[in-house]
C-alpha cells in the first residue's frame, strides 16, 4: 500500500528545537532522513488590483517509525529525543544530509546561521505548518511539512 512515487527520492535533515522548561537552555537535535519529498511554490494570488507573489516550501516525508506527534516527542527524556524527531512550527528542514551542529548561544552556530548558509544553497524551510498524513486508507502515508 505504501508504494511511493520515484520522486520521493530526496534526503532531509530535520532539526528539532527544544527548550528546558526548567534552565531555559535551548538545544537542537538533528535527524536525516531518505525518500522525502520536496517541492518549491510559487503562487501568486490576486486581492483586488493588487497581485501578490508567494514563494514557500512543502515537504512531505514517508511514514517513519522515528516520528512522534509534538507533544509525543516533548514528554521524552533528553537523552531519548535523539531517537525521534518530530515536526512543528519553527522546526528546520534542509533539503540534503548536512552534519552542522546548532548552538543557540554561539555567533555562526545559531539557528539562523543554519537558515542563511542553505537557504540559497541548496534548500531550507522554518516549519510554518505540519500534518500528518498516516492511518487507516492512506495511500502514501507521510507527514507534510510547509514553510518558508
Not at 535551548?26 to 501578490?52: M, P, S
Not at 512543502?58 to 515536526?87: A, G, H, S, V
Not at 492511518?135 to 502514501?140: E, T
Request: net charge neutral.
Amino acid at each position: 500500500m505504501n508504494n511511493y512515487p520515484e520522486w520521493w527520492n530526496t534526503t532531509v535533515t530535520v532539526y528539532n528545537k527544544f527548550t528546558d522548561p526548567q534552565t531555559k537552555i535551548v538545544k537542537w537535535y538533528r535527524t536525516v532522513i531518505n525518500g522525502a519529498f520536496w517541492q518549491d511554490v510559487h503562487e501568486k494570488v490576486q486581492i483586488g488590483q493588487t497581485v501578490l507573489e508567494t514563494n514557500s516550501i512543502i515537504c512531505r516525508i514517508r511514514k517513519d517509525d522515528r516520528f512522534l506527534e509534538k507533544y509525543q516527542w516533548l514528554r521524552k527524556p533528553n537523552d531519548e529525543m535523539k531517537n525521534y524527531f518530530t515536526l512543528g512550527k519553527g522546526d528546520i528542514i534542509i533539503r540534503g544530509e548536512v552534519t552542522d551542529e546548532v548552538d543557540e548561544y554561539r555567533s555562526g552556530s545559531r539557528s539562523t546561521d543554519l537558515i542563511a548558509k542553505y537557504k540559497e544553497l541548496q534548500g531550507c524551510m522554518s516549519i510554518e505548518e505540519s500534518a500528518n498524513n498516516t492511518g487507516l486508507g492512506r495511500g502514501q502515508e507521510h507527514y507534510k511539512a510547509r514553510g518558508i
